[in-house]
């Protein structure tokens, strides 16, 4: 049984990983953001649903597996962006979300401003929401009453 639940969330984390690595990358002259969003939205949509399918049939809990296993992905990618401004980095065998029995795979970074998926999401939202853009109104204090 544990043989089994080990080679799912090996199998789910691995596939979950290569998704966001390559689907969430953003080329440098014209970004199709919202695009990869929602394509990635969909990917990750469809191994839940397999997830929920698959729960029955073999007994184990698909959502419960799903849920800890995404959330372990998003955590160990945000800490590898911590670790850009860190003195003290954080390793990989220090990491509190990273496993020897089910290692989070570690990718190639597509740029030099980021380690991960995230901090090429967050890269990019800072990009899209530059101030000197926007037209910030001056905005009357609030009465007192």
């Known amino acids: 049984r ?10 789910l984390v691995r596939r979950v990983a290569t998704a966001l690595h390559q689907i969430l990358c953003f080329p440098a002259k014209k970004s199709d953001f919202e695009e ?23 007994k184990v809990n698909g959502l419960k597996i799903w849920q800890e296993e995404f959330s372990r992905i998003i955590n160990y990618s945000v800490e590898q962006e911590e670790n850009r401004f860190l003195r003290k980095k954080v390793y990989d065998y220090q990491s509190l979300y990273q496993s020897d029995e089910i290692p989070i795979p570690r990718f190639v970074p597509y740029d ?21 853009v926007h037209n910030l109104r001056e905005r009357p204090s609030w009465p007192l009453v």
């Open 36 to 58: 990869r969003l929602t394509k990635i939205e969909n990917k990750l949509e469809a191994f839940k649903r397999s997830f929920e399918y698959i729960q029955d049939y073999l």
């Open 2 to 11: 544990e043989r089994l639940d080990s080679g799912i969330r090996k199998e």
């Open 112 to 132: 030099k401003n980021s380690e991960t998926f995230m901090g090429r999401i967050m890269n990019e939202l800072l990009e899209k929401d530059q101030p000197s």
